[in-house]
């Protein structure tokens, strides 16, 4: 039964956006000039408002809008009887519906993670705590990240698309640059490290042949030095055999090597030959992948994201059964913004341990949906937000003009193929390439 107590769900809010996105490459080919995101308000009874961000997709967003009437009238502390009442209306996700790109797919963990962050968020205003505090307090003041490297084709994104702005300087022009050879990634990592001070340098692989992006893992390395951490993900695209050559060759630099090959069963093959540890956010992706990725040993590191293991309070379950196997654990990022950042950075404050900086795609992205502007990155990390709840407040004017884009864009989920197409015609996924 509910309980009478707690401030009680008045309205929802769900407003797609669409935020200017560079030409980035991937394995799954390009993304468009807009990257889609879905920004859900909670207001209470008492007027007290609470909001969220998840990645952009109609049928997410129509799902959304469905659950409306599932939590209205529903206590915001009440979060176990929300999660019961959403899998009895959309059933539990399986690891088939995460699909075989890049990002993940599924449904009712998408929709509890919104759901979640922002009754969290009213919480802690409820409370006068921050979220850090509700998922068991404070382990460090400032959360680090790692620099996200991507090959690009030249272009700024948005209206400008593969034009650029002259006018750009510093990080803002370096964005816009392309990125397709080795010198070119050193120099955005160099601008991207100058811009936000990053200590540690991940590069998405997966989109030209292996030897090209080892060849500028190599590189990074000599215009780095061994102090800072290196890390690349091929995002499955490698066999076994490709994995563990390569692997091999990049062991004396990578602090850890990022879904090389398809599945547990051959993650495992290739962490059994290699010494460096393996990270994944695409073999392992849910609790029902877990015990057969310990009973195999197919990764040493699991990247989490709160948007796809089902809130922040299931990424912190996460953790423990990590810390109870031995297990790794660091996050996952996609084109998101402040309102991600902030979630993203509360739990990353209260995990136990966290050995490794986190991803954001965040220098990637120039808009911003928060009062205030832009989060600032002092030394590569982020200062955990004091206020109550995420500490951010949502910009009316900045989400009207977004969600502007978003019916001017024409988009309604991702899928890099048909960008891809416009560089190489023709072009497919493919989920095994080299």
């Not at 660091?330 to 950075?345: E, F, P, W």
């Amino acid at each position: 039964m509910s309980s009478t107590f707690g401030p009680r769900i008045k309205e929802i809010i769900i407003t797609p956006i669409a935020v200017v996105d560079p030409p980035l490459l991937n394995a799954a080919g390009l993304h468009a000039p807009y990257a889609l995101r879905t920004i859900m308000e909670v207001i209470t009874d008492d007027n007290i408002s609470g909001i969220s961000e998840i990645p952009g997709n109609k049928d997410i967003d129509a799902a959304l809008e469905e659950a409306k009437a599932l939590l209205i009238g529903r206590d915001v502390f009440q979060l176990n009887e929300i999660r019961h009442v959403l899998v009895e209306r959309f059933g539990t996700d399986t690891s088939a519906q995460r699909g075989e790109t890049p990002w993940d797919q599924r449904k009712l963990v998408h929709i509890f993670s919104a759901v979640e962050v922002a009754c969290m968020d009213i919480i802690g205003k409820v409370t006068g705590r921050p979220i850090v505090d509700l998922l068991g307090g404070k382990m460090r003041d400032r959360v680090p990240f790692s620099a996200y490297l991507f090959y690009k084709y030249e272009g700024a994104g948005g209206e400008l698309a593969f034009d650029i702005d002259p006018n750009a300087t510093g990080w803002a022009a370096a964005r816009q640059a392309s990125a397709l050879n080795p010198a070119e990634i050193v120099a955005q990592a160099q601008a991207m490290c100058k811009e936000c001070g990053f200590q540690s340098i991940k590069l998405k692989g997966g989109v030209f042949e292996p030897r090209q992006e080892v060849d500028a893992m190599f590189a990074l390395y000599d215009a780095f030095g061994p102090n800072v951490p290196l890390r690349v993900d091929p995002n499955a695209l490698w066999t076994v055999e490709t994995a563990i050559k390569y692997g091999k060759e990049m062991e004396p630099i990578l602090e850890y090597l990022e879904d090389p090959t398809r599945g547990q069963e051959n993650m495992a093959k290739v962490r059994k030959a290699l010494k460096t540890p393996l990270a994944t956010n695409m073999c392992t992706t849910s609790f029902e992948d877990i015990p057969n990725s310990i009973a195999l040993g197919s990764e040493d590191i699991i990247l989490s994201d709160h948007h796809f293991w089902g809130g922040l309070r299931a990424s912190m379950t996460l953790s423990g059964i990590c810390e109870t196997f031995g297990r790794g654990l660091s996050m996952h990022s996609n084109s998101h913004l402040g309102i991600s950042l902030a979630a993203m950075v509360h739990l990353g404050a209260a995990l136990p341990k966290m050995t490794y900086a986190l991803d954001t795609h965040y220098p990637w992205q120039s808009d911003e949906v928060i009062v205030g502007g832009r989060f600032k990155f002092e030394e590569g990390a982020v200062l955990v937000p004091q206020e109550p709840g995420l500490g951010v407040e949502l910009d009316r004017e900045a989400l009207a003009k977004l969600h502007q884009n978003y019916l001017a864009c024409g988009l309604t989920k991702r899928d890099d193929e048909p960008e891809m197409q416009k560089k190489v015609p023709g072009w497919k996924f493919k989920s095994v390439r080299w």
